[in-house]
């Protein structure tokens, strides 16, 4: 009983860290990309740009190679991984070295595994019932996805009478313009992708453009970090 007590306050301790982290920075990078070298170059535009947090999608090309290689070349930030499905696939994120991991699902197992390895667990859900199993599963915070199918900022904001104590992270739908209206209406933070990574400025390395873009959200985001 007592080591699971250590283990319960171990971890309730990382998830503090977590979502303290998410009020400081408010915004998620999500980096997808089949060539690892874009993915190390995305990662440090959105980094040059003042954003800290920064997730490798697990079905990137070589994933582990680069949050191994960014998290060697920018220890400012916190580099974790996302689209984790199985128990496998969060195993090796786990021995990458992942910060954080965000799945697109509820799954106990996976939930449980995080935990014991001190790791925060971002499961996607999307109704009332899936965001409250979520987290009385032991969740760090609940990633609500594809938010935009389903009222986007309006069903955030109507999320927080019965679940205001839930950290919500809403992705899938959040842009450069509305990021600010999400976190007013009861989200912990956001997570972007293609807002922050346009088709032209990947075509043709342009990282200035995606620095840009960066710099764009986190002044915005400002005046909610603390």
């Not at 667990?121 to 009332?128: E, F, Q, R, T, V």
Request: charged residues 15%; proline residues 5%; aromatic residues 6%.
């Amino acid at each position: 009983m007592l080591n699971r007590l250590v283990i319960v306050n171990s971890v309730l301790t990382s998830s503090q860290l977590w979502r303290k982290l998410l009020e400081q920075n408010r915004a998620i990078a999500v980096i997808r990309t089949d060539d690892p070298e874009q993915g190390i170059n995305m990662a440090k535009a959105v980094a040059a740009g003042g954003m800290n947090l920064i997730e490798i999608t697990w079905n990137s090309h070589n994933p582990a190679e680069i949050i191994q290689q960014l998290k060697g070349e920018l220890p400012h930030c916190t580099i974790g991984t996302g689209t984790i499905l199985t128990l496998e696939e969060l195993e090796k994120a786990i021995a990458a070295g992942v910060q954080f991991c965000f799945t697109p699902h509820v799954n106990q197992t996976l939930i449980e595994t995080a935990i014991n390895q001190q790791v925060p667990i971002i499961p996607g859900a999307l109704s009332p019932t899936e965001i409250i199993t979520a987290w009385q599963a032991g969740a760090s915070c609940v990633k609500v996805f594809p938010v935009q199918a389903i009222g986007g900022i309006a069903y955030i904001r109507g999320l927080q009478g019965p679940l205001g104590s839930i950290p919500l992270i809403p992705t899938g739908g959040v842009t450069l313009d509305n990021a600010t209206y999400f976190i007013e209406a009861g989200a912990i933070a956001v997570g972007l992708s293609s807002q922050l990574f346009p088709h032209h400025a990947l075509d043709s390395q342009q990282w200035d453009i995606i620095t840009q873009q960066a710099q764009f959200l986190m002044k915005r985001l400002s005046v909610f970090r603390h």
